[in-house]
């Protein structure tokens, strides 16, 4: 009888603990690794209200969860935005709740764009000490315009937007795309050219255009969003000169929301992404038509209403002119009503008239009476004064007026000579006298 042999017992791999493992790759990674600096695009920023920053970083190849917590993210000198090319500093380390590889970020700072930031910074000073960021000089947007020029690349994901949203919303009114590089070193003068070949299809430019050749009456500068190095055509001066130049409104929609540009803040308008630009041009067709509906059933009601007040005014018109003896009987009796009241007034009239003369009648003799006396009673006043001032008075109390011979009044011996004739009136008669010697003293 063979005796049977044991087999060898099998390998059997080691089983690990979920949490066990990660905590094994967190350890592998901090022992091959950390610490870390990784250079990358930032991107999902956001920051709880504990303090904490939570984003990614990201390149063409891969893209990294990032966490900086509160003590690090105090010590920031700038506000990370979207798009944002930096350099971070951690440790690598396993989420270990869900899994995932992060990086603990103890610190941030850009990455090759510092000098390009101070350069946005001191053009935008430069220019809006010289008032081209001035609201005075922002124009309102045309309620219905009869053309847009379009200011992209021809391969931007910008235009397939902008050109979605336009013929959504407004698909009856032409587009003009003047294209050009929105990125790279030539981007600000094909920019350039391509705003200034727009301007000379706007109506305030003048000139005779094809009647197939829309007329632009507002500009849309867009492109998507990106790092600062890539939306730097967009700082250029020339390019915030020439949309200062616009004989037109400009809506600049570049980038992202959180993305600032110098010609964003010489626009007209700035919008938050290219599809807002579009949007704040493009009223939808549904909100005219809807609006072009109510004023038509407004006009309607309005013609209607006329109509049956004319109606009734011709049914008035036409119902006086089939029964003429009744409009004259009416005129007949208002005639009679206006003789009476004639007659009426004429003899109340008359009658105050009486009543009048009648009492002028009563006071005249009174009135006559008081007059008469009241003048007999001042010419006794007067005939009392004037006989108080008579001569003849002065005379009766044996007083003589003496003259001359040529009928002067004598008033004093100094002009009577020796010898003169003097004549003496007294109260009744004059007699006539000779000066007599005048005695010596």
């Known amino acids: 009888m063979l005796a049977m042999t044991p087999e060898p017992p099998a390998l059997t791999p080691r089983i690990w603990q979920v949490g066990a493992l990660c905590r094994a790759v967190a350890d592998a990674l901090d022992a091959r690794f950390n610490p870390v600096t990784v250079r990358g695009e930032l991107t999902g920023f956001s920051r709880a209200a504990s303090g904490h920053c939570y984003f990614s970083i990201k390149d063409e190849a891969g893209q990294l969860r990032c966490a900086m917590f509160r003590r690090a993210a105090g010590g920031l000198d700038f506000s990370p935005r979207d798009g944002d090319l930096v ?55 045309p309620l219905m315009p009869r053309g847009i020029g379009l200011v992209t690349s021809r391969g931007a994901a910008a235009l397939h937007d902008v050109v979605i949203a336009l ?41 005779e255009r094809a009647p197939s050749t829309p007329v632009v009456d507002v500009i849309l500068l867009v ?3 990106g790092s600062i190095e890539d939306l730097w055509a967009f700082n250029d001066e020339e390019l915030a000169r020439t949309v200062i130049d616009s004989p037109v409104p400009v809506i600049v929609g570049v980038g992202h929301e959180t993305d600032f540009t110098i010609a964003d803040f010489v626009a ?21 038509l809807a609006t072009l509906q109510m004023l038509s059933a407004r006009l309607g009601d309005a013609c209607n209403r006329q109509l049956d007040l004319r109606s009734q005014r011709l049914d008035l018109a036409a119902s006086r002119l089939s029964r003429p003896s009744d ?12 003789a009476q009241r004639l007659r009426h007034a004429l003899g109340l009239r008359l009658e ?9 009648a009563a006071q005249w003799p009174p009135l006559m009476h008081r007059s008469v006396e009241r003048q007999r009673q001042r010419l006794d006043q007067l005939a009392a004064r004037l006989q108080a001032v008579d001569p003849r008075g002065v ?12 009928g002067r009044a004598i008033t004093s011996v100094a002009r009577i000579r020796p010898g003169q004739a003097v004549q003496a009136t007294l109260v009744d008669g004059t007699v006539d006298l000779t000066a007599a010697q005048r005695p010596e003293r």
């Open 327 to 338: 409009l004259m009987a009416r005129q007949r009796m208002r005639l009679a009503l206006q």
């Open 395 to 406: 005379l009766r109390r044996g007083f003589a007026w003496l003259s001359d011979e040529k």
């Open 87 to 141: 350099e971070v500093q951690g440790r690598l380390s396993v989420y270990e709740a869900r899994g995932d590889l992060q990086l603990i970020v103890e610190s941030l700072q850009r990455a090759g764009q510092g000098a390009l930031f101070e350069q946005f910074l001191r053009v935008k000073a430069r220019l809006e000490v010289q008032g081209l960021f001035d609201a005075a000089r922002k124009r309102a947007l």
């Open 167 to 207: 013929q959504r919303r407004v698909p009856h009114i032409p587009v003009l795309l003047a294209p050009a590089a929105v990125q790279g070193a030539g981007a600000p003068a094909e920019l350039v050219q391509a705003l200034r070949s727009l301007y000379a299809r706007t109506a305030e430019a003048g000139g």
């Open 268 to 288: 007209d308008l700035r919008a938050p992404t290219p599809t807002a630009a579009a949007e704040l041009v493009a009223q939808p067709r549904s909100v005219w």
């Open 352 to 360: 105050r008239q009486a009543r009048a003369h009648q009492a002028l």
């Open 223 to 225: 492109r998507g969003g």
